[in-house]
T-cell receptor, first 113, second 114 residues
């Protein structure tokens, strides 16, 4: 059974810092990995989708990398802003015949001015 | 931009009552999902639906739960006899293809069972 772990569970940083959120998964036979943002009491907003054949994806100040063989992905946020404050979730799709994404518990990020 | 919409945003119901949560997936999407998130916990998969039938379900999705696509646009989750532990945020998601495409999530329905 796929297990997804996100470290750290919580992070508080001053505005302007570059930061890295980590996601690890136990079974490397994945189809893709997706990073989401969740604001308190709200739904999930898709940030980046990395296919299993890709090593990274970029969108604006966000860069996500994938190392399938070691079961790890990182989300890099450049020049953090207070508006980045949210919970960041990673979801891994697979393994084997299962197409259902498995979620981590998330990293709760606070960026203070 | 197309989006997944869910109604209602918040539903309060008495224990033992039936509830129906509604979702309108993105119009050209073919795969539909329900997830739930109990307060402070992980997002958990409930069920996936394709071609008018359930394709996968988790152990959470027992006989009290059912899904339907009654009219080609709505996708509903019914809980027959709600329990206190069904209180959670319920998310609907859809995607165009099973693999290699993003899943788009709705804003969720907060279900409170009292």
């Amino acid at each position: 059974k796929q297990e997804v772990t996100q470290i750290p569970a919580a992070l508080s940083v001053p505005e302007g810092e570059n930061l890295v959120l980590n996601c690890s998964f136990t079974d490397s036979a994945i189809y893709n990995l997706q990073w989401f943002r969740q604001d308190p009491g709200k739904g999930l907003t898709s940030l980046l989708l990395i296919q299993s054949s890709q090593r990274e994806q970029t969108s604006g100040r966000l860069n996500a990398s994938l190392d399938k063989s070691s079961g790890r992905s990182t989300l890099y946020i450049a020049a953090s802003q207070p508006g980045d404050s949210a919970t960041y979730l990673c979801a891994v799709k697979g393994p084997g015949g299962s197409y259902i994404p498995t979620f981590g518990r998330g990293t709760s990020l606070i960026v203070h001015p | 931009e197309p989006e997944v919409t869910q109604t209602p945003s918040h539903q309060v119901t008495q224990m033992g009552q039936e509830v129906i949560l509604r979702c309108v997936p993105i119009s050209n999407h073919l795969y539909f999902y329900w997830y739930r998130q109990i307060l402070g916990q992980k997002v958990e998969f409930l069920v996936s639906f394709y071609n008018n039938e359930i394709s996968e379900k988790s152990e959470i999705f027992d006989d009290q739960f059912s899904v339907e696509r009654p009219d080609g646009s709505n996708f509903t989750l019914k809980i027959r006899s709600t329990k206190l532990e069904d209180s959670a945020m319920y998310f609907c998601a859809s995607r165009y293809r099973e693999t290699n495409t993003e899943a788009f999530f709705g804003q969720g329905t907060r279900l409170t069972v009292v």
